[in-house]
């Protein structure tokens, strides 16, 4: 997109005053195209996408206030959401990161175990949203279990039947979830959970403190949460210590972990194709075991 059309988005959301000075890309993300604004008024983030619509960054919108509302994580505001000739776009501050404080580690777990006491009365939210740019139902259910197979493994698992990577077998292990899982998970009052929590959707803030980004929000089982930053690495055993600390959890959590994954996996194999069908296959043999 030209400069022109990224100081019009500036002068609607912040006044006619503001002058956009520079841009830059800002490259690893899947999903949309982002661009820092530098300005006269500090600096901003842009990011739009030409196949979207505006509730898919209404949602965000909504994840990141509910997180900031409800815990002491650093989290851009968002600016404005609009539609445009070619697609939508959001526009938010922009987090000037810094070098991590040398207690980087240990607020995060603090932070994340304080925002996983936020609770409500049943598992799921008063709205759907995404994970990645899948679509993530959230409708209410009383127990984990049922929240976990109806809103988050099913969906998924019928989707990959679509994209042609799981087949009827892979069915009837999926029906093995309920039954053997049941009682398997220990009993929690729901949490407030990021939701899409792995290293990539952490940053660093200007004081050099945790700052989250990219949410997919729901009350959930917070074992879920801290199953999803084993997955692909980057969390420091101090953040780990840090939580153990401040809200430790139930012995056996490393038993639990593959299981609380199965969804993620399930996520990226319908995003990023069949090298993840192997882990998938993995866990659900596993759960005969138990």
């Excluded at 690893?28 to 979207?52: D, P, Q, R, V, Y």
């Excluded at 070619?86 to 404080?101: D, F, T």
């Excluded at 990645?132 to 959230?138: F, K």
Aim: net charge negative; charged share 25%.
């Amino acid at each position: 997109m030209s400069e022109a059309f990224y100081q019009e988005i500036l002068k609607k959301h912040l006044g006619n005053d503001i002058q956009l000075l520079e841009t830059n890309n800002i490259t690893g993300g899947c999903i949309n195209e982002s661009i820092k604004l530098s300005t006269n008024k500090g600096n901003f983030f842009i990011k739009h996408n030409a196949k979207l619509k505006t509730h898919f960054f209404d949602v965000e919108r909504k994840g990141l206030n509910l997180i900031r509302d409800n815990s002491d994580f650093t989290v851009p505001k968002v600016i404005g959401i609009g539609e445009f000739e070619h697609g939508v776009y959001l526009i938010m501050e922009h987090i000037n990161s810094s070098r991590s404080s040398h207690d980087y580690w240990e607020k995060m777990g603090n932070y994340l175990a304080e925002m996983h006491k936020v609770t409500q009365p049943e598992f799921g939210l008063n709205y759907h949203n995404y994970i990645g740019r899948l679509p993530q139902l959230n409708n209410k259910e009383e127990k984990w279990i049922d929240f976990f197979v109806n809103q988050r493994i099913v969906p998924q698992y019928e989707m990959s039947v679509q994209n042609g990577f799981l087949k009827q077998h892979h069915l009837d292990k999926i029906y093995l979830i309920k039954e053997k899982l049941e009682n398997y998970f220990p009993k929690e009052s729901p949490a407030l959970l990021h939701g899409d929590l792995w290293s990539g959707n952490t940053m660093v803030g200007a004081l050099g403190e945790p700052c989250l980004i990219d949410p997919a929000v729901y009350y959930g089982h917070r074992e879920a949460e801290l199953a999803f930053t084993t997955l692909f690495g980057g969390f420091d055993d101090a953040f780990f210590n840090a939580y153990n600390e401040t809200y430790p959890w139930e012995e056996g959590i490393k038993e639990r972990i593959p299981f609380y994954n199965l969804y993620p996996l399930l996520v990226h194999l319908n995003l990023f194709g069949e090298s993840y069908l192997s882990e998938i296959e993995e866990v659900l043999n596993r759960l005969e075991g138990i």
